[in-house]
């Protein structure tokens, strides 16, 4: 029966970008402030540092707004199996989320399986952190339009017809300067690898020494993916390969 399992073969190349979705989140988000809340936030942050360091993904960088959280892994873990990675990561996320949301009731998420080269990462992130921007604004815009009375389908209508530069000067006349909203709002937060230097206790010799310790770094001031000190900060991030 081992032959019958569909896809259970199915490998992907190094390196990949595992991406996750909140599944239907929206009527879940409905308790939390709009367009933001730190505490939502907070927690989609542990759930990613969770992924981060104890999921047995090694990934080498996350990067997450929303309800969203990409991971990108470099070295061959599950053997590479896609069946297994989309499994785990989905299941490993909806717990941890559940436990630092206090959630009641089943959450979900889903995952997919993007191969990338190391150079492409870079262009990948660009591509996502975009996709925040769209979100932060269509977010202020839309908290805006059902303030003055419109329901949350008929502002969500108003808005499909307006670019970006039009949603930005709609914000902006009615008080909010999109530009001076918080910076993990409009790019996202990253989560990769970082050392610090503690005094440590050198047993054999029963004094203290400096010592260097490895750690998840939560970083919610990031560069702009698409400028060219933006794809130079991303290189610099995933250069230590030493894990957790």
């Known amino acids: 029966m081992k032959n019958r399992e569909i896809y259970s073969r199915l490998t992907t190349t190094l390196p990949f970008v595992l991406r996750l979705d ?38 080498d960088f996350i990067y ?36 630092y949301a206090d959630v009641k009731a089943p959450i979900s998420f889903d995952a997919r399986i993007v191969p990338i080269s190391k150079d492409q990462l870079s262009a990948y992130l660009a591509w996502r952190q975009a996709e925040a921007w769209r979100n932060h604004i269509n977010g202020y815009c839309q908290k805006l339009l059902t303030d003055s ?19 930005h000067e709609f914000a902006f006349s009615n008080g909010i300067n999109l530009a001076a909203t918080p910076a993990w709002q ?4 990253a989560v990769y690898r970082g050392k610090i230097e503690k005094i ?45």
């Open 149 to 167: 009375g419109l329901s949350g389908t008929q502002a969500q209508r108003k808005l499909d017809g307006m670019n970006a530069a039009a949603l």
């Open 186 to 189: 409009r790019r996202g937060i």
């Open 200 to 244: 440590g206790y050198n047993p054999k010799t029963g004094e203290s020494a400096p010592v260097t310790r490895n750690v998840a770094v939560i970083d919610k001031d990031l560069p702009l993916f698409k400028t060219e000190s933006g794809r130079k900060w991303i290189n610099e991030k995933i250069s230590l390969t030493t894990d957790i």
């Open 64 to 99: 997450t707004f929303s309800d969203e959280i990409s991971i990108f892994i470099q070295n061959p873990v599950f053997d590479c199996r896609v069946e297994k990675l989309v499994s785990v990561a989905a299941a490993h996320a909806a717990s941890a989320f559940t436990l």
């Open 22 to 59: 909140g599944r239907a989140f929206h009527t879940f988000t409905s308790k939390y402030e709009k367009p933001f809340d730190d505490r939502f936030s907070a927690c989609f942050v542990k759930t990613a540092e969770s992924l981060f360091s104890d999921s047995g993904l090694s990934p």
